[in-house]
């Protein structure tokens, strides 16, 4: 995708690779969340005792959809935060190691970047709202 002879990758770039990814870990996570969501339920009103049992009964009584339910709001959400912030983040990164203000890997390169990021796209510093346990 990019030539590091031809110098950094332009941000369009590094926007670009950060929605793939987004999306990619949006459709890889959905049926884990899922099922963290189910179990997240107390003990004395939840059906489910772990894990594995779980997936299993919602592939059985619910099928396979189930674990994809509600991916596209995970999905749009994801490539949006995804791709600002590791374009954010590597531009930041880059210009501080760049000055020689920090070197690579500092903490405070990690700190600095951080908090721009959260100030170019602040909804990705939001937890997703709680969704409806199953539906009847």
Same mark, same amino acid.
Request: proline fraction near 7%.
């Given at each position: 995708?990019?030539?590091?002879?031809?110098?950094?990758?332009?941000?369009?770039?590094?926007?670009?690779? %950060? !929605?793939?990814?987004?999306?990619? +870990? &949006?459709?890889?996570?959905?049926?884990?969340?899922?099922?963290?969501?189910? #179990?997240? =339920?107390?003990?004395?009103?939840?059906?489910?005792?772990?894990?594995?049992?779980?997936?299993?009964?919602?592939?059985?009584?619910?099928?396979? %959809? !189930?674990?994809?339910?509600?991916? +596209? &709001?995970?999905?749009?959400?994801?490539?949006?935060?995804?791709?600002?912030? #590791?374009? =954010?983040?590597?531009?930041?990164?880059?210009?501080?190691?760049?000055?020689?203000?920090?070197?690579?890997?500092?903490?405070?390169?990690?700190?600095?970047?951080?908090?721009?990021?959260? +100030? &170019?796209?602040?909804?990705?510093?939001?937890?997703?709202?709680?969704?409806?346990?199953?539906?009847?």
């Amino acid at each position: 995708m990019h030539d590091e002879n031809e110098g950094p990758a332009p941000a369009w770039k590094r926007f670009l690779a %950060g !929605t793939c990814t987004g999306a990619l +870990g &949006a459709v890889a996570s959905n049926p884990f969340d899922l099922v963290k969501t189910r #179990l997240q =339920v107390p003990a004395a009103i939840s059906e489910y005792n772990g894990m594995k049992q779980c997936m299993r009964r919602i592939y059985k009584t619910e099928g396979f %959809g !189930t674990f994809y339910r509600g991916v +596209g &709001a995970s999905v749009t959400r994801d490539m949006l935060g995804s791709s600002v912030n #590791l374009t =954010v983040q590597s531009l930041v990164s880059e210009w501080f190691v760049t000055n020689h203000w920090l070197t690579p890997g500092s903490p405070v390169l990690g700190a600095i970047s951080g908090v721009c990021r959260c +100030g &170019a796209f602040p909804i990705t510093a939001f937890r997703r709202p709680r969704l409806p346990i199953h539906s009847d």
